[in-house]
């Protein structure tokens, strides 16, 4: 199984500033078959990212994912309000040959300072 | 598209529980579906998922041979039989559209969630 370690594990931010995020993974993800999820409180995750660095519908161009092989990360290039939440990423290359696993990183948290 | 899970609730160790989740908005038989959980406070755990057609399906390995994903496409249902339940099962489990057919990827769609909780 592909663990994936996101860092940090917290970070405290205002808005309008630009943030990195990193998701590191245990061995290669095949084909940069990496995605992105964003959840708030009290909300379901919500698809940002696939494929590394393919936006999925709807996500503003503020977000935008880069990486491959063992390292990937999420920047966001300027802060909105609405960006403060968790964030996780999750890889699905092993399951180009098998179903599964897939796996998550244990998510970065996104604070307003 | 829309995903409402049900069959959560109260379950003493060991016992069993059936999730279901109905889908609409969507042909349900072009697409993977999966199980994911979220413990109390934690994140995110891919569960179970299965292809199509049933041909294809995974397990994580905390789950693997007491879970058991189906669907049945006709009535436009997902399901998951957990037996044998273990406090750490405590989770809401979600239900959740791959955007592949016969693989397991990435999640593009997500229901609200059945809470499970898994105590004496």
């Known amino acids: 199984e592909i663990v994936l370690t996101q860092s940090p594990g917290t970070l405290s931010l205002s808005p309008g500033q630009r943030v990195t995020l990193s998701c590191r993974a245990s061995q290669t993800v095949s084909s940069r078959y990496l995605a992105w999820y964003q959840q708030k409180p009290g909300q379901t995750p919500r698809l940002l990212i696939y494929?590394?660095?393919s936006r999925a519908t709807g996500i503003p161009d503020r977000f935008s994912g880069s990486g491959s092989g063992t390292d990937f990360t999420l920047t966001i290039s300027r802060l909105e309000p609405e960006d403060f939440a968790v964030y996780y990423c999750?890889?699905?290359?092993?399951?180009?040959?098998?179903?599964?696993?897939?796996?998550f990183g244990q998510g970065t948290r996104l604070e307003m300072k | 598209v829309q995903l409402v899970e049900s069959g959560g609730g109260w379950v003493q160790p060991g016992r069993s529980l059936r999730l279901s989740c109905a889908a609409s908005?969507?042909?349900?038989?072009?697409?993977?579906l999966h199980w994911v959980r979220q413990a109390p406070g934690k994140g995110l755990e891919w569960v179970a998922g299965i292809s199509y057609n049933s041909g294809n399906i995974g397990y994580a390995d905390s789950v693997k041979g007491r879970f058991t994903i189906s669907r049945d496409n006709v009535k436009n249902s997902l399901y998951l039989q957990m037996n044998g339940l273990r406090a750490e099962d405590t989770a809401l489990y979600y239900c959740?559209?791959?955007?592949?057919?016969?693989?397991?990827?990435?999640?593009?769609?997500w229901g609200q969630g059945t809470l499970v909780t898994v105590s004496s």
């Open positions: 494929g590394a660095s």
């Open positions: 959740v559209k791959d955007r592949a057919m016969i693989t397991a990827t990435y999640f593009e769609s």
């Open positions: 908005g969507f042909t349900l038989d072009d697409y993977t």
């Open positions: 999750q890889q699905y290359g092993s399951s180009s040959i098998t179903f599964g696993p897939l796996s």
